[in-house]
């Protein structure tokens, strides 16, 4: 069967697929919404335009349960997907699977896109360079020297924690609503980066220093749902900080809605589904890639849900 980039797929079918020469795939449980394939394939579609090689390559999408991901990944090898990226609830997991893995990706404790290599898979992270580019490009805000609200405690929030404290800002604020999840992150982050400035808080206790804050960031699910409810109260912070939201369905969260109320900057976490994109792909194919199209794509493919 020759395989439908629009389609998703299991494990078991990839024995009877005729996929491209060169393919790419995204692994998660479940991965009916993701935008991935629509803002890659756009992008290689592009990429195919100026350099012929680019017409081999297709990335199609996978359902993977999570018991199945170390058989996936051993199956995809063989079959030489030359890239794969992994979203809920694979990240964690796979650190322990790759054969290799980068240094930030090692102390985020997450994988988000793996590079095949004869040894087997390389695992990378490219979720906080889309949260800095996405800052940057959205709020025109640099990481650095910054007093940052980081708000969540999973695997989001650790890319972005490990991202702001390498970029040297200048003190982050970590919130969290349970408290078990908040002080597993402050140690792994205490135990990889000794001298980072790093505070834990519960979201009824916020810190007067972090009232102060220049930017929040939101990385929590609260926002995912239409009633959802702001887990801190913005109008207590002081300094008019910026916002950025992580979530980017719907286009407009509780956080970013309450945020422009305010008067302040916000943005939802499309870019940064876009810049985390861009990375994987400049990783997999070593060359530059158009990332005005991924975000053409992603858009198009968003409203089309
Ligand atoms: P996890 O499941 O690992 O973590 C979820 C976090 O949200 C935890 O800190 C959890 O707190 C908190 N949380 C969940 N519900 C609520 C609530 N109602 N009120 C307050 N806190 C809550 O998920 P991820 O870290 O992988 O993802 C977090 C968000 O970031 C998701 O919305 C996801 O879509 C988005 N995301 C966006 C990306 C992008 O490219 N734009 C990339 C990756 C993620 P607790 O510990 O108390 O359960």
Redesign the pocket.
């Known amino acids: 069967m020759v395989a439908d980039p629009d389609r998703v797929y299991t494990l078991a079918d990839l024995d009877d697929l005729n996929v491209a020469p060169v393919p790419l795939a995204v692994f998660g449980h479940p991965i009916k919404h993701s935008i991935s394939p629509a803002m890659h394939n756009a992008a290689l579609a592009d990429m195919a335009a100026h350099d012929e090689r680019f017409g081999d390559w297709c990335y199609y999408r996978f359902d993977i349960e999570p018991e199945r991901l170390g058989d996936a990944l051993k199956a995809f090898a063989e079959r030489k997907f030359a890239g794969i990226n992994l ?3 694979h ?2 997991d796979a650190v322990d699977m790759v054969t290799a893995i980068e240094t930030d990706a090692a102390t985020m404790g997450a994988v ?1 896109t793996l590079r095949l290599t004869p040894e087997g898979y390389h695992g990378h992270n490219t ?1 906080g360079f ?2 800095e580019r ?1 800052i940057a490009e959205n709020l025109d805000v640099s990481l650095a020297d910054q007093s940052i609200v980081l ?9 972005a924690a490990v991202q702001c404290l390498r970029k040297g800002c200048k003190h982050l604020f970590i919130g ?3 408290t ?3 002080a597993g992150l402050i140690a792994l982050l205490e135990n990889a980066l000794p001298h980072a400035s790093v505070t834990g808080f519960p ?1 009824s206790e916020v810190p007067e220093a972090a009232l102060e804050a220049d930017l929040i960031i ?8 239409p009633d ?2 702001p ?1 801190v109260d913005l109008a207590q912070f002081r300094g008019k900080p910026k916002l950025f939201d ?4 719907p286009a407009e ?1 509780c956080l970013v809605r309450e945020a422009r109320k305010l008067g302040w900057s916000a943005a ?9 994109g861009v990375r994987a792909l400049e990783i997999w194919s070593e060359t530059d890639v158009p990332a005005a199209t991924m975000k053409r794509a992603a858009e198009g493919a968003l409203t089309a849900h």
């Open positions: 979203t809920i609830p990240k964690v988000n979720d889309g949260l996405a708000l969540g405690a999973g695997g989001a929030a650790r890319a969290n609503r349970s078990d999840r908040l979201f939101n990385a929590t699910s609260a926002g995912l749902k959802d409810e887990p992580m979530i980017y369905n969260p939802n976490g499309l870019e940064m589904l876009v810049w985390q």
